[in-house]
């Protein structure tokens, strides 16, 4: 592949050998426990090699699993990547892959910072995992931008983004939290599922730790569960590469080879979810039940400024709060009873779309909800999916009308 190729071009040919599988177009799955070597000095040099270097046991990884292991170093951080030092390595989930790094770099006695509108799971994670280890966990103001220097301790180890949160989506200002955590000594991790890499360069931003839900958009097809992390060279050596290895982390041959799927079209399905996301989001901003759309590329959001900024595109994962007349059950029930295309579960990032009641008022401490300015309502999540969005609007035009009868 020539070097400067663009994302689509790279996202086709990244991690494909065909040459070395009988001219398959794909990678094939290996299915691998025990790795047999062909002489003793083969196996005398396995116990000299990092594991996941080399294959040397199906944990450690296969050629399914390397290959799959560079493309999204490169989708990451670049052509070169991994001659440059990047590594990424993969997990069973993408709730796995944010919170092995935190182990990974915290210990007991050592303080983190996370931001209020963290993945829910995570603060969960923080207040009882990480508490009965001796980790202390501060949540912060997801805008606090530079400010956060005064939260910083001398026992400070790591900083968390999330930018946009996958709740409420504020986003953050990576650049200026990157810089004054390192002046601290703290290393910086970002969970970026919302944007992946291809809509927001993690490391170009002062990141040293890339993580993200690859069961999400890269995977694309609501089917396969993953997560993978990606460091720099010295945040591989120094904290990744041996609490991978001791939790003994990996992922399923087979979601590896639908992740190398998923890859190929990844790009023109998120350009497919911005333009969904946008349309549907416009259209719900017109509508008198809806109180305010939620989405950082539209701009008159409070973030709008500092996506345009930073951000490549966006996700179609946004939220809207609802006029506070159709907050009850019956109105929720008859809104979402009425739906045929908008599925009611969680997760997102698949080809469907999907709806769902969210309640960011119980899952914060510091900032609270609704913040200052923004309206009081039943706030609700939509992942835009692959549909047409006039069949979308209609559907959920559909919905707002038995709620409005259903409130009277």
């Not at 890269?218 to 945040?235: E, F, N, Q, R, W």
Request: overall charge negative; aromatic content about 10%.
């Amino acid at each position: 592949m020539k070097n400067g190729a663009g994302d689509g071009t790279r996202l086709v040919h990244l991690g494909r050998e065909p040459q070395r599988h009988a001219g398959t177009v794909n990678q094939p799955i290996y299915r691998a426990s025990t790795i047999l070597f062909p002489t003793y000095e083969a196996f005398k040099h396995s116990r000299t090699v990092r594991p996941g270097d080399e294959m040397t046991y199906g944990i450690h990884g296969t050629p399914a699993t390397f290959a799959l292991e560079k493309a999204l170093a490169e989708l990451e951080a670049g052509e070169g990547a991994v001659e440059a030092g990047y590594r990424t390595r993969l997990c069973n989930s993408g709730l796995q892959a944010v919170c092995m790094p935190i182990f990974a770099v915290c210990g007991s006695g050592d303080h983190l910072l996370i931001p209020d509108n963290v993945y829910a799971p995570v603060r969960t994670f923080a207040g009882r995992t990480l508490k009965r280890m001796g980790i202390d966990a501060t949540f912060y103001d997801p805008l606090i931008g530079g400010g956060i220097r005064d939260l910083m301790r001398p026992e400070t180890k790591l900083v968390l983004v999330e930018s946009p949160g996958s709740w409420t989506f504020e986003v953050q200002d990576i650049p200026a939290i990157a810089e004054e955590a390192h002046r601290g000594g703290a290393v910086v991790m970002m969970d970026n599922t919302w944007a992946s890499p291809l809509y927001f360069r993690a490391f170009d931003h002062g990141v040293d730790i890339s993580a993200q839900a690859v069961t999400k958009y890269v995977g694309g097809h609501s089917d396969l569960m993953m997560g993978s992390v990606t460091s720099t060279k010295d945040a591989y050596d120094r904290f990744i590469q041996p609490a991978w290895r001791d939790f003994g982390l990996c992922a399923s041959p087979e979601d590896t080879f639908l992740a190398a799927r998923g890859l190929r079209t990844m790009r023109v399905r998120l350009e497919a979810h911005h333009r969904a996301g946008l349309v549907v989001g416009e259209w719900l901003k017109g509508r008198p039940e809806v109180a305010e759309v939620i989405h950082p590329a539209m701009p008159h959001d409070p973030g709008h400024a500092l996506w345009q900024r930073d951000f490549l595109g966006a996700a179609s994962l946004f939220a809207f709060t609802l006029d506070e007349r159709y907050g009850s059950d019956e109105a929720l029930a008859a809104l979402f009873d009425t739906l045929e295309l908008h599925g009611m579960g969680f997760s997102w990032g698949g080809f469907e779309s999907l709806l769902v009641p969210i309640y960011p008022e119980r899952m914060r401490s510091e900032t609270g909800w609704p913040l200052p300015g923004r309206p009081k309502g039943q706030v609700l999540r939509i992942h835009v999916g692959l549909e047409d969005t006039a069949d979308l609007i209609d559907d959920l035009t559909n919905g707002f009308d038995a709620m409005r009868k259903a409130a009277g």
